[in-house]
Protein backbone atom coordinates (compact mmCIF):
# COMPACT_ATOMS: atom_id res chain seq x y z
CA UNK A 1 0.00 0.00 0.00
CA UNK A 2 1.36 3.60 -0.60
CA UNK A 3 0.09 6.46 1.23
CA UNK A 4 0.33 9.91 1.61
CA UNK A 5 -1.58 10.37 4.66
CA UNK A 6 -0.47 13.35 7.01
CA UNK A 7 -0.47 11.58 11.14
CA UNK A 8 0.69 15.42 11.96
CA UNK A 9 -1.81 17.27 13.16
CA UNK A 10 0.20 20.41 12.08
CA UNK A 11 2.40 19.17 9.19
CA UNK A 12 5.16 20.95 8.17
CA UNK A 13 5.16 22.83 4.81
CA UNK A 14 4.81 20.52 1.69
CA UNK A 15 8.38 20.10 0.72
CA UNK A 16 10.31 21.78 -1.50
CA UNK A 17 13.15 21.53 -4.16
CA UNK A 18 14.95 23.76 -2.78
CA UNK A 19 15.03 22.30 0.73
CA UNK A 20 17.94 20.12 -0.19
CA UNK A 21 19.84 23.34 -1.56
CA UNK A 22 22.06 25.19 0.81
CA UNK A 23 19.89 28.06 0.87
CA UNK A 24 16.99 26.48 2.65
CA UNK A 25 18.09 23.07 5.45
CA UNK A 26 15.17 23.41 7.65
CA UNK A 27 11.84 21.17 8.13
CA UNK A 28 13.02 17.93 6.39
CA UNK A 29 10.77 15.49 6.12
CA UNK A 30 13.05 12.14 5.61
CA UNK A 31 11.65 8.84 4.06
CA UNK A 32 13.56 5.62 5.52
CA UNK A 33 12.48 2.30 3.24
CA UNK A 34 13.16 -0.88 5.41
CA UNK A 35 13.48 1.64 8.36
CA UNK A 36 11.83 -1.09 10.66
CA UNK A 37 15.20 -2.74 10.99
CA UNK A 38 18.36 -2.96 12.71
CA UNK A 39 20.22 0.17 11.02
CA UNK A 40 16.92 1.91 9.86
CA UNK A 41 15.66 1.95 13.34
CA UNK A 42 18.52 3.50 14.90
CA UNK A 43 18.87 5.40 12.00
CA UNK A 44 15.30 6.66 13.03
CA UNK A 45 16.48 7.43 16.02
CA UNK A 46 18.82 9.74 15.37
CA UNK A 47 16.94 11.61 12.77
CA UNK A 48 13.93 11.76 14.82
CA UNK A 49 16.72 13.82 17.74
CA UNK A 50 16.56 16.90 15.14
CA UNK A 51 12.98 18.69 15.79
CA UNK A 52 13.14 19.87 12.28
CA UNK A 53 12.71 16.48 11.13
CA UNK A 54 9.71 15.05 10.03
CA UNK A 55 10.48 10.89 9.68
CA UNK A 56 8.36 8.27 7.31
CA UNK A 57 9.47 5.01 7.36
CA UNK A 58 8.34 2.62 4.80
CA UNK A 59 8.66 -1.63 5.45
CA UNK A 60 7.23 -4.61 4.59
CA UNK A 61 7.93 -6.23 8.06
CA UNK A 62 9.79 -8.96 6.50
CA UNK A 63 12.98 -8.56 8.60
CA UNK A 64 11.70 -5.55 10.68
CA UNK A 65 9.10 -5.08 13.42
CA UNK A 66 7.39 -2.73 14.73
CA UNK A 67 8.86 -3.02 17.84
CA UNK A 68 12.36 -1.53 16.91
CA UNK A 69 10.14 1.66 16.48
CA UNK A 70 7.67 1.52 19.48
CA UNK A 71 9.23 4.92 20.91
CA UNK A 72 8.15 6.78 17.87
CA UNK A 73 4.58 5.47 17.50
CA UNK A 74 1.56 7.87 17.75
CA UNK A 75 5.03 10.93 17.75
CA UNK A 76 3.24 13.59 15.55
CA UNK A 77 6.69 14.07 13.20
CA UNK A 78 6.99 10.69 12.63
CA UNK A 79 4.44 8.07 10.37
CA UNK A 80 5.17 4.25 9.96
CA UNK A 81 3.85 2.93 6.71
CA UNK A 82 3.25 -0.74 5.63
CA UNK A 83 4.93 -0.57 2.18
CA UNK A 84 6.76 -3.25 0.11
CA UNK A 85 9.43 -1.31 -2.10
CA UNK A 86 8.83 -3.93 -4.92
CA UNK A 87 5.54 -1.46 -5.52
CA UNK A 88 5.27 2.28 -6.17
CA UNK A 89 5.14 4.73 -3.45
CA UNK A 90 3.52 7.97 -4.21
CA UNK A 91 4.51 10.48 -1.03
CA UNK A 92 6.55 13.47 -0.97
CA UNK A 93 9.80 14.24 0.66
CA UNK A 94 13.02 15.80 0.53
CA UNK A 95 15.81 12.86 1.16
CA UNK A 96 15.19 9.31 1.09
CA UNK A 97 17.60 6.51 2.86
CA UNK A 98 16.82 3.62 0.86
CA UNK A 99 17.82 0.64 2.96
CA UNK A 100 14.93 -1.64 2.35
CA UNK A 101 16.18 -5.25 1.59
CA UNK A 102 16.86 -8.26 4.01
CA UNK A 103 20.95 -8.13 5.08
CA UNK A 104 21.23 -11.65 7.17
CA UNK A 105 22.09 -14.35 4.39
CA UNK A 106 20.06 -16.68 6.00
CA UNK A 107 16.64 -14.30 5.21
CA UNK A 108 18.20 -13.21 1.90
CA UNK A 109 18.55 -16.70 0.68
CA UNK A 110 15.44 -17.69 1.75
CA UNK A 111 13.16 -16.13 -1.04
CA UNK A 112 16.45 -15.11 -3.31
CA UNK A 113 13.90 -14.39 -6.37
CA UNK A 114 12.45 -11.70 -3.58
CA UNK A 115 15.54 -10.22 -2.72
CA UNK A 116 16.68 -9.42 -6.32
CA UNK A 117 13.53 -8.08 -7.26
CA UNK A 118 13.85 -5.53 -3.78
CA UNK A 119 17.51 -4.64 -4.72
CA UNK A 120 16.30 -4.09 -8.30
CA UNK A 121 12.68 -3.10 -8.69
CA UNK A 122 12.42 -1.71 -5.21
CA UNK A 123 15.45 0.82 -6.00
CA UNK A 124 13.89 1.18 -9.45
CA UNK A 125 10.76 2.84 -7.46
CA UNK A 126 12.63 4.88 -5.12
CA UNK A 127 14.91 6.14 -7.81
CA UNK A 128 11.41 6.59 -9.22
CA UNK A 129 9.74 8.43 -6.14
CA UNK A 130 13.40 10.94 -5.52
CA UNK A 131 13.36 11.98 -9.61
CA UNK A 132 9.85 13.10 -9.49
CA UNK A 133 10.10 15.29 -6.00
CA UNK A 134 13.51 16.10 -6.48
CA UNK A 135 15.06 14.66 -3.58
CA UNK A 136 17.98 13.13 -2.76
CA UNK A 137 18.84 9.42 -2.18
CA UNK A 138 20.90 7.33 -0.46
CA UNK A 139 21.16 3.75 -1.23
CA UNK A 140 22.72 1.28 1.31
CA UNK A 141 25.26 -1.11 -0.71
CA UNK A 142 27.55 -3.33 0.73
CA UNK A 143 31.12 -4.34 0.94
CA UNK A 144 29.73 -7.60 -0.84
CA UNK A 145 29.68 -5.86 -3.86
CA UNK A 146 33.65 -7.31 -3.47
CA UNK A 147 32.54 -10.47 -3.87
CA UNK A 148 35.61 -13.12 -2.56
CA UNK A 149 37.81 -10.00 -2.79
CA UNK A 150 40.96 -10.50 -4.47
CA UNK A 151 42.29 -7.12 -3.16
CA UNK A 152 42.88 -6.61 0.38
CA UNK A 153 42.01 -4.20 2.34
CA UNK A 154 39.11 -3.13 -0.39
CA UNK A 155 38.94 0.72 -1.81
CA UNK A 156 36.13 1.77 -3.54
CA UNK A 157 37.95 1.86 -7.06
CA UNK A 158 38.24 -2.30 -6.49
CA UNK A 159 35.44 -3.59 -9.28
CA UNK A 160 35.18 -6.81 -6.87
CA UNK A 161 34.82 -11.06 -7.44
CA UNK A 162 31.72 -11.82 -7.66
CA UNK A 163 29.60 -14.82 -8.72
CA UNK A 164 27.08 -14.18 -10.67
CA UNK A 165 25.13 -17.51 -10.35
CA UNK A 166 26.10 -18.28 -7.12
CA UNK A 167 23.24 -18.37 -3.81
CA UNK A 168 24.61 -14.82 -2.63
CA UNK A 169 24.33 -13.76 -6.10
CA UNK A 170 20.92 -12.21 -5.36
CA UNK A 171 21.81 -9.88 -2.78
CA UNK A 172 25.38 -8.91 -4.02
CA UNK A 173 24.62 -8.94 -7.33
CA UNK A 174 21.02 -7.24 -6.78
CA UNK A 175 23.28 -4.43 -4.92
CA UNK A 176 25.69 -4.39 -7.93
CA UNK A 177 22.43 -3.49 -10.14
CA UNK A 178 20.99 -0.93 -7.46
CA UNK A 179 24.21 0.94 -7.72
CA UNK A 180 24.06 0.97 -11.36
CA UNK A 181 20.76 1.94 -11.35
CA UNK A 182 21.55 4.69 -9.18
CA UNK A 183 24.18 6.06 -11.39
CA UNK A 184 22.41 5.68 -14.74
CA UNK A 185 19.85 7.92 -12.95
CA UNK A 186 22.33 10.44 -11.41
CA UNK A 187 24.03 10.25 -15.24
CA UNK A 188 20.32 10.73 -16.73
CA UNK A 189 18.57 12.78 -14.30
CA UNK A 190 20.96 13.99 -12.08
CA UNK A 191 22.62 17.49 -11.27
CA UNK A 192 24.92 16.96 -14.91
CA UNK A 193 21.62 17.80 -16.58
CA UNK A 194 21.75 20.88 -14.10
CA UNK A 195 24.23 22.16 -16.99
CA UNK A 196 22.46 21.39 -19.60
CA UNK A 197 19.29 23.12 -18.20
CA UNK A 198 20.84 26.34 -17.74
CA UNK A 199 22.10 26.20 -21.00
CA UNK A 200 19.13 25.79 -22.28
CA UNK A 201 17.19 28.34 -20.06
CA UNK A 202 20.10 30.94 -20.71
CA UNK A 203 18.88 30.33 -24.40
CA UNK A 204 15.31 30.18 -23.98
CA UNK A 205 14.75 33.07 -21.38
CA UNK A 206 14.69 36.22 -24.43
CA UNK A 207 11.81 34.58 -25.51
CA UNK A 208 9.85 34.20 -22.43
CA UNK A 209 7.55 37.21 -21.53
CA UNK A 210 6.79 37.94 -18.01
CA UNK A 211 9.02 37.80 -15.16
CA UNK A 212 7.23 35.88 -13.06
CA UNK A 213 7.32 33.23 -15.54
CA UNK A 214 10.82 33.25 -15.85
CA UNK A 215 11.57 33.38 -12.18
CA UNK A 216 9.34 30.06 -12.27
CA UNK A 217 11.00 28.59 -15.93
CA UNK A 218 14.64 29.21 -13.46
CA UNK A 219 13.62 28.34 -9.91
CA UNK A 220 11.81 24.36 -11.74
CA UNK A 221 14.21 23.18 -14.01
CA UNK A 222 17.30 24.58 -12.07
CA UNK A 223 16.62 22.49 -8.86
CA UNK A 224 14.48 19.80 -9.42
CA UNK A 225 16.97 16.79 -10.02
CA UNK A 226 18.02 13.70 -8.54
CA UNK A 227 20.75 13.64 -5.99
CA UNK A 228 22.73 10.01 -4.99
CA UNK A 229 24.96 9.19 -2.54
CA UNK A 230 25.95 5.37 -2.41
CA UNK A 231 27.15 3.95 0.94
CA UNK A 232 29.30 0.43 0.94
CA UNK A 233 28.12 -1.14 4.70
CA UNK A 234 30.63 -3.23 6.04
CA UNK A 235 29.25 -5.79 8.90
CA UNK A 236 27.58 -3.77 11.23
CA UNK A 237 26.26 -4.75 14.85
CA UNK A 238 24.84 -3.52 17.84
CA UNK A 239 21.36 -3.68 20.04
CA UNK A 240 18.20 -4.93 17.77
CA UNK A 241 19.87 -7.29 15.20
CA UNK A 242 17.48 -10.38 14.99
CA UNK A 243 18.87 -12.99 17.98
CA UNK A 244 18.40 -15.28 15.67
CA UNK A 245 18.96 -14.02 12.22
CA UNK A 246 21.89 -16.28 11.49
CA UNK A 247 24.88 -13.24 11.15
CA UNK A 248 27.94 -14.48 13.12
CA UNK A 249 27.56 -11.96 15.89
CA UNK A 250 23.62 -12.09 17.18
CA UNK A 251 24.88 -16.02 16.52
CA UNK A 252 27.45 -15.88 19.25
CA UNK A 253 25.98 -13.49 21.64
CA UNK A 254 23.17 -15.77 21.61
CA UNK A 255 24.97 -18.71 21.94
CA UNK A 256 27.10 -17.43 24.95
CA UNK A 257 24.18 -16.55 26.94
CA UNK A 258 21.82 -19.38 26.54
CA UNK A 259 25.22 -21.87 27.39
CA UNK A 260 25.08 -22.90 23.66
CA UNK A 261 29.29 -23.76 21.60
CA UNK A 262 30.12 -21.12 19.50
CA UNK A 263 29.46 -22.42 16.05
CA UNK A 264 32.55 -21.11 13.75
CA UNK A 265 31.91 -21.67 10.05
CA UNK A 266 35.21 -23.30 8.79
CA UNK A 267 38.16 -22.52 8.25
CA UNK A 268 38.01 -20.06 11.36
CA UNK A 269 40.28 -17.91 9.40
CA UNK A 270 37.85 -16.31 7.57
CA UNK A 271 37.79 -12.61 8.15
CA UNK A 272 35.29 -9.27 8.76
CA UNK A 273 35.69 -6.27 10.12
CA UNK A 274 32.68 -5.35 12.37
CA UNK A 275 31.33 -1.65 12.88
CA UNK A 276 28.91 -0.69 15.63
CA UNK A 277 25.66 0.73 14.56
CA UNK A 278 26.04 4.15 16.40
CA UNK A 279 29.38 4.87 14.08
CA UNK A 280 27.51 3.57 10.85
CA UNK A 281 24.61 5.86 11.61
CA UNK A 282 27.28 8.59 12.35
CA UNK A 283 28.83 7.91 8.68
CA UNK A 284 25.42 7.42 6.67
CA UNK A 285 24.01 11.09 8.10
CA UNK A 286 27.27 12.69 6.99
CA UNK A 287 27.30 11.09 3.63
CA UNK A 288 23.89 12.34 3.06
CA UNK A 289 24.41 15.72 4.15
CA UNK A 290 27.50 15.93 2.34
CA UNK A 291 28.53 16.74 -1.42
CA UNK A 292 30.24 13.48 -2.44
CA UNK A 293 28.08 10.92 -4.31
CA UNK A 294 30.19 7.90 -3.16
CA UNK A 295 30.85 5.09 -3.64
CA UNK A 296 31.86 5.29 0.09
CA UNK A 297 32.89 2.26 2.04
CA UNK A 298 31.93 2.74 5.85
CA UNK A 299 32.88 -0.24 7.86
CA UNK A 300 35.57 -0.06 11.06
CA UNK A 301 38.66 -1.69 9.78
CA UNK A 302 39.70 -3.64 12.92
CA UNK A 303 40.03 -7.40 11.46
CA UNK A 304 39.53 -10.37 12.78
CA UNK A 305 39.10 -13.64 12.11
CA UNK A 306 35.99 -15.90 12.91
CA UNK A 307 38.10 -17.91 15.39
CA UNK A 308 39.41 -14.75 17.09
CA UNK A 309 36.08 -13.35 17.52
CA UNK A 310 34.94 -16.55 19.16
CA UNK A 311 37.67 -16.40 21.74
CA UNK A 312 36.84 -12.45 22.36
CA UNK A 313 32.91 -13.52 22.53
CA UNK A 314 33.64 -16.14 25.28
CA UNK A 315 35.78 -14.51 27.03
CA UNK A 316 33.85 -10.97 27.24
CA UNK A 317 30.47 -13.22 27.94
CA UNK A 318 30.62 -16.87 28.87
CA UNK A 319 34.12 -18.24 29.45
CA UNK A 320 32.93 -21.65 30.31
CA UNK A 321 31.34 -22.63 26.87
CA UNK A 322 33.10 -24.25 23.64
CA UNK A 323 33.76 -23.41 20.53
CA UNK A 324 33.14 -25.50 17.72
CA UNK A 325 33.42 -25.73 13.81
CA UNK A 326 30.67 -26.70 11.34
CA UNK A 327 30.35 -26.96 7.57
CA UNK A 328 30.43 -23.41 5.86
CA UNK A 329 28.01 -22.03 3.58
CA UNK A 330 28.66 -21.86 -0.56
CA UNK A 331 30.87 -18.94 -1.74
CA UNK A 332 31.87 -17.39 1.90
CA UNK A 333 33.97 -14.64 1.64
CA UNK A 334 37.44 -15.66 2.90
CA UNK A 335 38.47 -11.90 3.76
CA UNK A 336 37.05 -8.11 4.28
CA UNK A 337 38.13 -5.47 5.53
CA UNK A 338 37.43 -1.52 4.27
CA UNK A 339 39.83 0.91 3.00
CA UNK A 340 38.55 3.70 4.70
CA UNK A 341 40.71 6.55 3.38
CA UNK A 342 37.74 8.25 1.13
CA UNK A 343 35.25 8.36 4.43
CA UNK A 344 38.05 9.88 6.46
CA UNK A 345 39.34 12.64 3.69
CA UNK A 346 35.50 13.52 1.76
CA UNK A 347 32.95 13.07 5.05
CA UNK A 348 35.95 13.25 8.15
CA UNK A 349 34.40 10.08 9.62
CA UNK A 350 36.36 7.44 11.34
CA UNK A 351 34.65 4.40 13.58
CA UNK A 352 34.64 5.31 17.54
CA UNK A 353 33.55 2.25 19.33
CA UNK A 354 35.66 -0.71 19.54
CA UNK A 355 34.33 -4.73 19.02
CA UNK A 356 35.59 -4.77 22.67
CA UNK A 357 33.39 -1.83 23.47
CA UNK A 358 30.63 -2.65 21.22
CA UNK A 359 30.17 -6.29 21.92
CA UNK A 360 28.86 -5.69 25.99
CA UNK A 361 26.71 -2.81 25.03
CA UNK A 362 25.19 -5.83 22.33
CA UNK A 363 25.25 -7.94 25.16
CA UNK A 364 23.30 -6.01 27.57
CA UNK A 365 20.26 -5.44 24.66
CA UNK A 366 20.61 -9.68 24.46
CA UNK A 367 20.47 -10.50 27.90
CA UNK A 368 17.42 -8.29 28.18
CA UNK A 369 15.51 -9.58 25.11
CA UNK A 370 16.59 -13.72 26.38
CA UNK A 371 15.81 -12.72 30.10
CA UNK A 372 18.92 -13.73 30.83
CA UNK A 373 20.31 -11.77 33.72
CA UNK A 374 24.24 -10.99 34.84
CA UNK A 375 25.17 -13.19 37.31
P1 LIG B 1 17.51 -5.65 8.38
O1 LIG B 1 17.13 -6.95 7.74
O2 LIG B 1 17.46 -5.57 9.87
O3 LIG B 1 16.63 -4.46 7.81
C1 LIG B 1 16.11 -4.45 6.52
C2 LIG B 1 14.71 -3.86 6.57
O4 LIG B 1 14.17 -3.84 5.26
C3 LIG B 1 13.75 -4.71 7.42
O5 LIG B 1 13.01 -3.88 8.28
C4 LIG B 1 12.87 -5.40 6.40
O6 LIG B 1 11.59 -5.71 6.91
C5 LIG B 1 12.85 -4.35 5.29
N1 LIG B 1 12.53 -4.90 3.97
C6 LIG B 1 13.07 -5.98 3.36
N2 LIG B 1 12.53 -6.16 2.15
C7 LIG B 1 11.64 -5.15 1.97
C8 LIG B 1 10.76 -4.77 0.93
N3 LIG B 1 10.68 -5.49 -0.20
N4 LIG B 1 9.99 -3.68 1.10
C9 LIG B 1 10.05 -2.95 2.24
N5 LIG B 1 10.84 -3.26 3.25
C10 LIG B 1 11.64 -4.35 3.13
O7 LIG B 1 18.96 -5.31 7.84
P2 LIG B 1 19.98 -4.19 8.29
O8 LIG B 1 21.14 -4.88 8.87
O9 LIG B 1 19.30 -3.12 9.07
O10 LIG B 1 20.42 -3.63 6.86
C11 LIG B 1 19.89 -2.44 6.32
C12 LIG B 1 20.52 -2.16 4.98
O11 LIG B 1 21.93 -2.11 5.10
C13 LIG B 1 20.22 -3.22 3.93
O12 LIG B 1 20.01 -2.58 2.69
C14 LIG B 1 21.49 -4.04 3.87
O13 LIG B 1 21.67 -4.61 2.60
C15 LIG B 1 22.54 -2.98 4.17
N6 LIG B 1 23.74 -3.60 4.76
C16 LIG B 1 23.74 -4.06 6.03
C17 LIG B 1 24.88 -4.65 6.55
C18 LIG B 1 24.94 -5.16 7.96
O14 LIG B 1 25.95 -5.68 8.37
N7 LIG B 1 23.90 -5.01 8.76
C19 LIG B 1 26.01 -4.79 5.75
C20 LIG B 1 25.97 -4.33 4.44
C21 LIG B 1 24.83 -3.71 3.96
N1 LIG C 1 7.72 5.64 -8.94
C1 LIG C 1 7.32 5.60 -7.62
N2 LIG C 1 6.96 6.78 -7.03
C2 LIG C 1 6.99 7.97 -7.66
C3 LIG C 1 7.44 7.99 -9.00
C4 LIG C 1 7.79 6.81 -9.62
O1 LIG C 1 7.27 4.55 -6.99
O2 LIG C 1 6.67 8.97 -7.03
C5 LIG C 1 8.09 4.38 -9.59
C6 LIG C 1 7.35 4.16 -10.89
O3 LIG C 1 6.18 3.37 -10.61
C7 LIG C 1 8.33 3.43 -11.76
C8 LIG C 1 9.68 3.71 -11.15
O4 LIG C 1 9.44 4.47 -9.97
O5 LIG C 1 8.09 2.04 -11.72
C9 LIG C 1 10.60 4.48 -12.05
O6 LIG C 1 10.00 5.72 -12.33
P1 LIG C 1 10.49 6.63 -13.53
O7 LIG C 1 9.58 7.81 -13.57
O8 LIG C 1 11.93 6.93 -13.36
O9 LIG C 1 10.40 5.70 -14.77
P2 LIG C 1 9.13 5.31 -15.66
O10 LIG C 1 7.92 5.31 -14.80
O11 LIG C 1 9.10 6.33 -16.69
O12 LIG C 1 9.50 3.94 -16.15
N1 LIG D 1 29.79 -17.42 10.58
C1 LIG D 1 30.22 -18.29 11.58
N2 LIG D 1 29.31 -18.77 12.45
C2 LIG D 1 28.00 -18.44 12.42
C3 LIG D 1 27.56 -17.54 11.40
C4 LIG D 1 28.50 -17.06 10.50
O1 LIG D 1 31.41 -18.62 11.67
O2 LIG D 1 27.23 -18.91 13.26
C5 LIG D 1 30.80 -16.88 9.64
C6 LIG D 1 30.45 -16.98 8.17
O3 LIG D 1 30.94 -18.19 7.63
C7 LIG D 1 31.18 -15.78 7.58
C8 LIG D 1 31.21 -14.77 8.73
O4 LIG D 1 30.87 -15.49 9.90
O5 LIG D 1 32.47 -16.14 7.25
C9 LIG D 1 30.24 -13.62 8.56
O6 LIG D 1 28.96 -14.15 8.30
P1 LIG D 1 27.63 -13.26 8.39
O7 LIG D 1 26.52 -14.16 7.96
O8 LIG D 1 27.53 -12.63 9.72
O9 LIG D 1 27.87 -12.08 7.36
P2 LIG D 1 28.43 -12.00 5.86
O10 LIG D 1 28.78 -13.39 5.40
O11 LIG D 1 27.33 -11.41 5.10
O12 LIG D 1 29.62 -11.14 5.97
Same mark, same amino acid.
Given at each position: ???? *????????????????????????????????? !???????????? #? &????????? #? +? /????????? $??????? !?????? =???????????????????????? +????????? $?????????????????????????????????????????????????????? +??? @? $???? &?? %??? =? +??????????????????? /???????? !????????????? !????????????? @????????????????????????????????????????? =?????????? &????????????????????????????????????????????????????????????????? $???? @???????????? %???? *??
Amino acid at each position: ASSD *KQTSPKPPPSPSPLRNSKFCQSNMRILISGGAG !FIGSHLVDKLME #N &EKNEVIVAD #N +Y /FTGSKDNLK $KWIGHPR !FELIRH =DVTEPLLIEVDQIYHLACPASPIF +YKYNPVKTI $KTNVIGTLNMLGLAKRVGARILLTSTSEVYGDPLIHPQPESYWGNVNPIGVRSC +YDE @G $KRVA &ET %LMF =D +YHRQHGIGQLQFLKALTLT /FLPVISSR !FSRFLYVLVFCFV !FIEIRIARIFNTY @GPRMNIDDGRVVSNFIAQALRGEALTVQKPGTQTRSFCYVS =DMVDGLMRLM &EGDDTGPINIGNPGEFTMVELAETVKELINPSIEIKMVENTPDDPRQRKPDITKAKEVLGWEPKV $KLRE @GLPLMEEDFRLR %LGVH *KN
